[in-house]
């Protein structure tokens, strides 16, 4: 029976590796298409694939196990579960790949993209170029069909230019930039807020005039430091969740 594939794995150091390697497969899975296997490999398969033991790959695939993305079958091996949706909060430890992961899970449509001028909340995220490519996105619940979210992705025109605008209705935009674009991401500063829905936001997220949203606010620095991606998503109150864990050293 054929296997899974899940994405590669670049180890920092610094964090957990448990915990790296739970949301860098969490992310694969989330992201599968459906003709994907629902087989993964073998823990010793995974475990050599990200380049870690078979006692931090058993830990991984256990937090996965909890949140029912997976499920382990004595002599049979350890199978995805197929209506396995983003349901718990994440907890971010600074790893790109929960970035990923917090973003994957829902039917995405890219509902346009066009140049414009940088607009003037962003003009400080982009003081060397008068545009932007604007990525406007709607993301859907997979199984209802219900909206979740609507994102904007100014991004670039140098790094847009090398962007497959096909690539976004499968992947989230932080996963398209590192792994398709090439983009070297050294950090993301985020920021979450409650606000009003606006009449655009009312209507592409099914909720009423004014009721409240979280707004999401996402930079994206490359290795230069430079501002390669500013995302800015709105996402239905009773449908996003969001934890941070802090750990002491």
């Given amino acids: 029976m054929t296997a899974f594939a899940p994405d590669s794995l670049v180890l920092n150091r610094k964090l957990p590796l448990w915990y790296q390697v739970s949301q860098s497969l969490r992310a694969s899975i989330l992201g599968r298409r459906p003709?994907?296997?629902?087989?993964?490999?073998?823990?010793?398969?995974?475990?050599?694939?990200?380049?870690?033991?078979?006692?931090?790959?058993?830990?991984?695939?256990?937090?996965?196990?909890?949140?029912?993305?997976?499920?382990?079958?004595?002599?049979?091996?350890?199978?995805?579960?197929?209506?396995?949706?983003?349901?718990?909060p994440r907890r971010l430890l600074g790893s790109i790949d929960a970035i990923v992961a917090q973003q994957s899970g829902e039917l995405t449509t890219v509902l346009g993209h066009a140049s414009e001028p940088v607009p003037g909340g962003l003009a400080e995220f982009f003081p060397d170029t008068d545009e932007v490519v604007t990525y406007r996105r709607l993301r859907c619940d997979g199984d209802s069909g219900?909206?979740?979210?609507?994102?904007?992705?100014?991004?670039?025109?140098?790094?847009?230019?090398?962007?497959?605008?096909?690539?976004?209705?499968?992947?989230?935009?932080?996963?398209?930039?590192?792994?398709?674009?090439?983009?070297?991401?050294?950090?993301?500063?985020?920021?979450?807020?409650?606000?009003?829905?606006?009449?655009?936001?009312?209507?592409?997220?099914?909720?009423?005039?004014?009721?409240?949203?979280?707004?999401?606010?996402?930079?994206t620095y490359d290795g230069e430091g430079r501002v390669v991606d500013v995302a800015r998503i709105r996402y239905r109150g009773d449908r996003f969740s969001f934890s941070v864990t802090v750990e002491a050293e």
């Fill in 35 to 88: 003709h994907d296997p629902l087989r993964l490999p073998t823990e010793e398969q995974l475990a050599e694939h990200y380049g870690v033991s078979v006692l931090t790959m058993r830990q991984a695939l256990k937090e996965l196990e909890s949140e029912g993305l997976i499920s382990r079958h004595r002599r049979r091996g350890t199978f995805i579960e197929p209506g396995a949706r983003r349901s718990a």
């Fill in 146 to 219: 219900e909206p979740v979210n609507w994102a904007e992705n100014a991004v670039r025109p140098d790094v847009a230019a090398r962007l497959d605008v096909a690539d976004l209705e499968r992947w989230p935009m932080t996963k398209v930039l590192r792994d398709a674009v090439g983009v070297r991401i050294s950090r993301i500063t985020d920021t979450v807020e409650a606000r009003l829905a606006d009449p655009e936001t009312a209507e592409l997220l099914q909720v009423p005039l004014l009721s409240p949203i979280l707004h999401y606010t996402g930079v």
